[in-house]
């Protein structure tokens, strides 16, 4: 059934008649005038539609006409199905809304804003028609990684740059909660706001909407909510799954098991006693939890593709708050989730940097690297996560795969992130940094760079 232009005109100057929300600048930068589509992908609720309004209210303030911001969101019941053949209809309905400006030449664009394209079947050729005609700045959002890589490879052929957002960083938990955040603020009262708002980033993650909520009653309600949208909306109903069980068991050990290595096999000699499932069956599920963002699975760090492409790879999850519900979580735990949380800042850097890359090392000696940075190819950083250094034998624990991986990778840069040690040692004329977390964290987001030098 074809959607009715009358409504598609309804649908472009409702929003265009409707205040824009109060936005929280992003830390992402998007190119507004580039003759490139401009592709957004990250996980449900991570602010890609506020992105959209940011940007909206970015052009408003350079004196674009609202009249040439349109914005459709895919989700909207009153367009689904939305079908290929209805983007003919959405260009029709602007026409003749605004027939001065749809034919304007080049400098004249249109700014087309579109809110999870996932959800359109076949979206990469009427995307690309879109784009082709000349009269449209083209931004697409979507919660799946394959906007990322194959859609656009295949389809758009280099008409399009991809950009993926997060929850939240640290750096802006801090500023959606107003809190200073330069220098001075470190050595003041402000210190102590800081390290309440990096609990709480630990125990809820960063998703906008949890950060905001008032209460930790509240923010409970709001991550489960979560979970259950993102699991119907994004899995079970996105991929047709069949065994829910199954992918709800899958969830549930990446989500208790965050930072560890995780085994396809081991899983599914585990899995098959109680549930039956094929290993193919399996691995899909595992792409569409990578696929839907909201997991991630970190290669090992090594010069051969091949033993890089079979060995076990280390699971993390997209937000702390989410592991709160899908899994269980314990004390003891720290360690990990401040893993998970020094593994989402280098997300965050590797978003902002198309150069840089994130692996894990092990040898056969079983020294592990919780993190092996690398930018243009050559190794830059290794990055180990350790909560508490003070037990007998931790320090020498967790510095000695460090040494050994600085010589056989060669490492530069030497780094022992913890939850409150500083300080700096040299060994074996290595250097070897010792950061808080926090400090860490708004280090790579490049807000105080200074701090943790």
Known sequence: MRIEKRLMKEIIREWQETGLPEVLPRAIKLPTSINKIIAIVGPRRSGKTYLLFWLAKDLLSKGVAREKIIYINFEDPRLLPFEPEDFEVLLNAYRELYPELSSGIVRDKAYLLLDEIQVVKNWEVAVRRLYDTGKFFVFITGSSSKLLSYDIATQLRGRALTFELFPFSFAEILRAKRIEINEMALYSKA???????????????GFPEVVLAESDELKWRILKSYVESMFLKDLVERYEIRNQAVLRELVKYLATNISSLFSVSAFFRWIKQAYPITKRTLIHYLDYLEDARLFFLLKKFSFSLKEQALSPRKGYIADL??????????????????????????????????????????DSKKGEVDFVVTERRQVSELIQVCAELAGPGVKEREIKPLLVAAQKIKGRDLTIVTMDYEGEEVIDKKKIKFVPAWKWLLAKTKDIGRVAS
């Open 321 to 362: 708050g989410l592991r709160q519900v899908f899994g269980h979580s314990y004390s003891q735990d720290l360690g990990k989730s401040l893993e998970n949380l020094v593994f989402l800042g280098l997300m965050q850097a590797k978003a902002k940097n198309p150069w840089l890359d994130v692996f894990f090392w092990k």
């Open 191 to 205: 210190r102590f706001s800081i390290m309440k708002a990096f609990e709480e980033y630990l125990n809820y993650g």
